[in-house]
């Protein structure tokens, strides 16, 4: 069965370091989504692309926080400067269907940050 | 705006015995409803999910949930749990046009 791949599966920093995360989607499918999911709660939105370009990044922090997709394929979530709150589990999720609501977003492991 | 909220932070169960997991959204147009759950360290998985017709609908599992649109609630069910059922559940909602946004969570502790 076809799955989100999502790497690393750990990440420790200091603050006001780089950081990046790596997202492969289910093949075929041209919405990609990023979520934080903060200990303890429900995932939040940060940024959608259907195929390379992005469609919602309202919730993104733009002024450390950046997305690629530039094929339309994988995709990079970047963060610099890291900040002691961006401690989080990031979730990359995919779905067939351009635009589709019903659609079903399938989920990779996530990547856990702990900012230090 | 739309919200879900769900009721319960933590739920203790024995084994074998039924759990129901609540959860009410708000919404002004139609939505479609969803629960996940989310096993420790990893990422969400789909266990069922409402989109028109039957009410009541049934997912992996063993789990079924019904829908009640005079109530806004989208309660989760299973009639005998397991340990391995032990994890993190999220009630979620999407109307169209919108993002999908997801209920803080319940934590369910399956007891021997």
């Known amino acids: 069965e076809a799955e989100v791949a999502q790497s690393p599966r750990y990440k420790i920093t200091e603050k006001s370091q780089a950081v990046a995360f790596w997202c492969d989607p289910i093949?075929?499918?041209?919405?990609l989504y990023w979520y934080r999911q903060i200990l303890g709660q429900g995932p939040e939105l940060l940024v959608q692309?259907?195929?390379?370009?992005?469609?919602?990044d309202s919730q993104l922090p733009k002024d450390r926080f950046s997305a690629e997709r530039l094929k339309g394929v994988d995709s990079t979530l970047k963060i610099q400067p890291a900040e002691l709150g961006d401690s989080a589990m990031y979730l990359c999720a995919s779905s067939r269907i351009r635009g589709g609501t019903s659609e079903t977003q399938y989920f990779g492991p996530g990547t856990r940050l702990l900012v230090l | 705006a739309q919200s879900v909220t769900q009721l319960d932070s933590q739920v203790p169960v024995f084994e074998e015995a039924p759990v129901e997991l609540r959860c009410n959204y708000s919404?002004?147009?139609?939505?479609?409803l969803f629960w996940y759950v989310q096993y420790p360290n990893q990422g969400l998985q789909l266990l069922l999910k409402y989109l028109s017709g039957s009410t009541l609908v049934k997912g992996i599992n063993g789990f079924e949930a019904e829908f009640n649109k005079s109530q806004t609630s989208f309660h989760l069910r299973k009639p005998s749990v397991h340990i391995s059922d032990t994890a993190e559940y999220f009630c979620?909602?999407?109307?169209?046009?919108?993002?999908?946004?997801f209920g803080g969570g319940t934590r369910v502790l399956v007891k021997p």
């Open positions: 692309f259907q195929d390379e370009s992005v469609v919602d």
């Open positions: 979620a909602l999407k109307a169209a046009g919108n993002k999908l946004t």
């Open positions: 919404s002004s147009v139609s939505v479609y």
């Open positions: 093949s075929g499918h041209a919405t």
